[in-house]
């Protein structure tokens, strides 16, 4: 049953709000909030709009959370002005799943109740989103009937698609079959036993073809058995076909990494390390013991045999997104990759994995994101031209053996930009790196990030 709980937000406005909105015919793209705000009032019948909001935030994962706890920030918006959807139980730090499956932290303590995270001036409905209508201000939700907002900040992450392969699932959720992935909470703790428990024969490591997020898990978790098995005397890296254990990447790329100067070193370390590697090969089944493995002829499908097997399943936009007038050819949000504003409706945004930028999906990239979005937001609500920029920004730790990290940090067309980079070289594997990784992040994730009170190598907001 629908709450019909109408919240007035003129009577809410705040005078900074309602300010007179300048037009500007400055190259930047601007919102036209004056349009928006009249539409989000007058345009539905108010019979279908059972509540109205200044920010609707679809999505309480990374992007969604970091995003909120900026702008109740900024100290001007009344209560139940910002409004956050999500039907989740649970807030994931996705990042930690990789030391999970490496043994090195327990899954509980990277999750947090969502509920309780959401701030108490935060609307939040515990529900999934039907349809996005952009031309009437509104969504739909699955069961709540249908909310309104001034901006909608669409940030719903992706779906891990785990039907995606056929038998997947089933060796997945089997204990007996040695099939696991670190791309959900279920099954990152498997990974571990498994990799503690493996004593002889063949490993084979997936990274899929297309869309993945946070593109170093695949291979930092092959990083992180191999060198288990090599301390435990069961892998020797300078006679694999000799060793009690052998070790195979198959991904559906041609290299081990997307930026060149990371992929270089990457590779030297696989040849070094004795890692078969199965280039443009991507897990399209998984038969029994068996992992089918179709090359990028199209044509030819290889059959290899596992006595463990890390998979990574395909990935790609949430079905409500990529069926949505919001998506891009691809099915990710339309933006604009420097200001994140939609490209054919100016006050709805979007961050994170859902949105469709030319960069790779991280954790890390949503602390430049965030303020970019809040910025601009704020400039629109506040009828002022659009400012603030995104670069692309991304950073993958990726764990090379227990004990270092590289850490790859990069923009838009793949280019390096590095925050220690005038001290260190941050393709080569270091302690300090993985102090962070291990450490650092997940603390300043949970303490500071999502609060709102950090910005990544742009370090403090206060
Ligand atoms: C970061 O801010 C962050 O969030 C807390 C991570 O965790 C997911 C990261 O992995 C990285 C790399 C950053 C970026 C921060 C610096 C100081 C490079």
């Known amino acids: 049953m629908p709450i019909h709980h109408q919240v007035s937000p003129r009577s809410l406005r705040h005078p900074k709000f309602t300010a007179l909105i300048k037009r500007s015919v400055a190259r930047t793209p601007i919102c036209f909030a004056s349009r928006s705000l009249a539409s989000a009032t007058s345009a539905p019948p108010v019979s279908t709009i059972s509540r ?4 609707v935030i679809v999505g309480g994962g990374s992007a969604g959370i970091t995003v909120t706890n900026q702008l109740l920030r900024t100290g001007r918006f009344f209560p139940k002005d910002i409004a956050l959807v999500d039907p989740a139980a649970w807030h994931h730090y996705q990042p930690g799943w990789t030391l999970v499956g490496g043994g090195l932290k327990n899954k509980t303590d ?13 609307r939040l409905y515990s529900d999934s989103v039907r349809e996005f209508k952009p031309e009437m201000n509104t969504i739909a939700l699955s069961d709540r009937g249908e909310i309104g907002y001034e901006h ?5 992450g992706i779906k891990v698609d ?3 392969i056929p038998g997947l699932h089933d060796a997945l959720v089997d204990p007996q079959a040695p099939v696991s992935s670190i791309y959900s909470y279920d099954t990152c703790d498997k990974t571990a036993h498994l990799i503690a428990g493996f004593k002889k024969g063949n490993a084979i490591f997936t990274h899929p073809t297309g869309t993945v997020k946070c593109a170093g898990a695949p291979q930092k978790i092959m990083w992180m058995a191999l060198d288990r098995w090599k301390r435990s005397g069961l892998y020797n890296p300078d006679s694999p076909s000799s060793s009690p254990i052998q070790i195979v990447y198959a991904t559906g790329m041609s290299v081990m990494f997307g930026v060149p100067k990371y992929s270089k070193v990457l590779e030297e370390l696989r040849q070094k390390r004795g890692v078969q590697s199965l280039f443009q090969h991507d897990l399209v089944a998984i038969e029994g013991n068996t992992a089918l493995l179709a090359m990028a002829d199209g044509g030819t499908v290889v059959r290899r045999h596992f006595d463990l ?16 007038t919001l998506a891009d050819d691809a ?28 960069t790779s999906k991280t954790a890390a990239a949503i602390t430049i994101q965030a303020p970019v979005i809040v ?27 227990h004990g270092k990290v590289m850490l790859a940090e990069f923009v838009y067309g793949g280019e390096p930009h590095e925050t220690f980079g005038r001290f260190v070289d941050q393709a080569k594997p270091n302690r300090v790196f993985y102090r962070m990784k291990k450490d650092f992040f997940p603390w300043v ?17 206060m």
């Open 375 to 401: 910025s601009n937001v704020l400039s629109c609500i506040q009828g002022r031209e659009i400012t603030s920029t995104y670069n692309g920004y991304t950073s993958c730790p990726l764990i090379t053996e």
């Open 445 to 461: 994730y949970f303490a500071a990030m999502i609060k709102g009170r950090w910005a990544g190598p742009r370090g403090w907001k």
């Open 162 to 164: 785990f039907d995606s």
């Open 52 to 55: 109205n909001h200044k920010i």
């Open 152 to 156: 909608l900040i669409v940030c719903p």
């Open 331 to 358: 099915g990710f949000v339309e933006v604009y990759p420097d200001t994140l504003q939609h490209k054919r409706f100016s006050n709805i945004w979007s961050c994170g994995d859902a949105a469709g930028l030319p």
């Open 309 to 324: 097997l890390h998979a990574v399943p395909k990935m790609g936009p949430h079905d409500f997104v990529k069926n949505s």
């Open 110 to 122: 990277m999750r947090r109740s969502l509920p309780d995270m959401v701030d108490s001036r935060v």
